[in-house]
């Protein structure tokens, strides 16, 4: 056994020493920017729908799920183009140019505050983040070989997770929790910033343009012919149909971010939380928590990446001989109900374990789906149809934000708390420069003699704020039933064809 460990190590050690030095810039570039990218993007929502007296801009949930919505769809769909034309013009390039736009649009977010400024803002964002996305995988791939190629992802992969947890539990640590908080939502933005320029520098000076194919075709040419491929792709009905019914999970898989993060930070006290981990963990609780002793609602709604990290890989064996369409409605039930059940309290340590089984489907699912692409295809379409995958994901994220309209209506809290001063006929001021959505809240405290937390439980259990959960359960089962027969009608009638 020790002779077989030695072994594996100096394999492992050969493997390792066999990378070029771009390998290891392409993945520390990749760790700093979804560092930098997913500080940003998982306290967006907060930003953007939290009282402007705590430096944030009081958007409604339904304003900040479109703006999200529509800019991660276009950030989904531009891929689709943004590989050929790094192809066409060199990834280094590209990486740079990727970074100087993430630059402008992270310093610019935090100094703009109307709905369009900020929509604005986030497309360019989008726009550099497109460029980027497709650019380090395939640097990877060209750097690696069929011994190596393996472990090479495999580091990749820890890469995108490690930046994933850092830059939320980064953010959490810059931004203010209350209005008496030290924090500044312009630091988490510099903090993204940051990232960014230093993964400039490092292409700058360290990165050396892998061996790519070249052809004579312009820039203009090689966009018509990605259409060209499109198209020719998109005339698979069956393809079609399975993008179709995608688009179901990828749209509730984004009320991770566009709403269970504002229902956590509007319905769940954390506090009980802290205190529990606290008392066995301290130096833990301390290193997660905040100066209010709760735990941040983008660390609560980070947990999946986090269970991620630890189980992907015992997942993926477990369904590593499922049908790819047996394992991604499986995925899809088992996610549904975890998100269902994250809506459903305002228990943190239930929330907890809800999460877990969130990402339980996603791990499930999730990879499946590009699995079944990639089976689904003619061995000569394979990459085309694998490129696909970004479609549905394109088109989950933009209903995803839509969604957000009826978690606005049903579920936000401000929006409820106007409800119940109006039932009640209750004076209170409209929400402005002078009186926030703080402010709003104290009123009606005062007048209903209740205090915040007294103010919240009322407020949950005249209108059942958690009845959101009922949407998400409505597309997943639709998602599901869309799979289901998708396999019983298409897919069981094709073997049966060939047999």
């Excluded at 312009?186 to 892998?210: K, N, Q, W």
């Excluded at 001989?321 to 047996?326: I, L, Q, T």
Aim: contains cysteine.
């Amino acid at each position: 056994m020790i002779t077989t460990l030695i072994r594996f190590m100096r394999k492992m050690g050969e493997i390792l020493r066999s990378y070029p030095r771009t390998f290891w810039i392409v993945n520390i570039v990749e760790l700093l920017e979804r560092w930098g990218w997913y500080g940003m993007y998982m306290v967006l929502a907060l930003y953007m729908t939290e009282s402007t007296d705590t430096g944030a801009l009081g958007f409604s949930p339904a304003q900040s799920g479109l703006i999200m919505g529509i800019g991660t769809g276009v950030l989904y769909f531009l891929p689709l183009f943004t590989g050929a034309i790094a192809d066409k013009v060199g990834y280094k390039k590209m990486l740079l140019i990727s970074f100087v736009i993430y630059v402008i649009g992270f310093i610019a977010i935090s100094r703009v505050g109307s709905f369009y400024g900020v929509l604005s803002i986030y497309l360019l964002i989008a726009v550099g983040s497109a460029m980027f996305k497709p650019i380090p995988a395939a640097t990877v791939t060209k750097t690696t070989n069929d011994t190596s190629a393996s472990i090479g992802f495999g580091i990749y992969y820890m890469m995108v997770n490690v930046g994933g947890l850092g830059g939320p539990f980064t953010a959490s640590k810059l931004r203010p929790h209350s209005t008496e908080s030290a924090g500044s939502w312009s630091d988490v933005f510099l903090m993204s910033a940051s990232m960014m320029v230093v993964s400039f520098v490092l292409v700058t000076f360290f990165y050396r343009e892998p061996l790519r194919e070249k052809n004579g075709d312009s820039l203009k040419e090689t966009i018509k012919q990605v259409l060209i491929n499109l198209g020719t792709t998109l005339k698979d009905y069956r393809l079609v149909i399975f993008l179709l019914i995608a688009v179901g999970f990828w749209t509730v898989y984004y009320q991770l971010f566009y709403t269970l993060g504002i229902f956590v930070n509007q319905w769940v006290d954390t506090a009980e939380l802290y205190q529990r981990l606290h008392s066995s963990l301290p130096w833990l609780a301390r290193a997660v928590g905040t100066a209010e002793e709760t735990i941040s609602a983008e660390i609560m709604t980070t947990l999946p990446a986090l269970y991620i990290v630890v189980l992907q890989i015992w997942i993926s064996a477990l369904v590593m001989k499922w049908h790819p369409v047996n394992s991604i409605i499986t995925g899809v039930c088992v996610n549904v109900i975890g998100l269902c059940l994250a809506f459903l309290t305002r228990n943190p340590m239930f929330l907890v374990l809800a999460l877990v089984i969130f990402a339980l489907g996603e791990m499930a699912c999730s990879p499946k789906i590009t699995e079944y692409l990639g089976r689904m295809a003619p061995k000569d379409k394979r990459a085309l149809y694998i490129g696909c995958s970004f479609l549905p994901i394109a088109g989950g994220s933009f209903f995803g934000g839509l969604l957000a309209a009826l978690y606005s209506e049903m579920s936000d809290k401000i929006t409820l708390v106007k409800r119940l001063a109006e039932e009640r006929q209750l004076r209170v001021a409209e929400i402005g420069e002078a009186f926030t959505q703080n402010d709003l809240l104290k009123q009606v405290s005062q007048q209903l003699n209740l205090d915040s937390r007294g103010l919240t439980e009322l407020l949950w259990t005249v209108y059942a704020p958690y009845r959101f959960w009922y949407v998400i359960a409505t597309i997943g089962i639709a998602t599901v039933i869309g799979l289901a027969l998708f396999n019983h009608l298409l897919v069981k009638s094709e073997r049966q064809n060939a047999d």
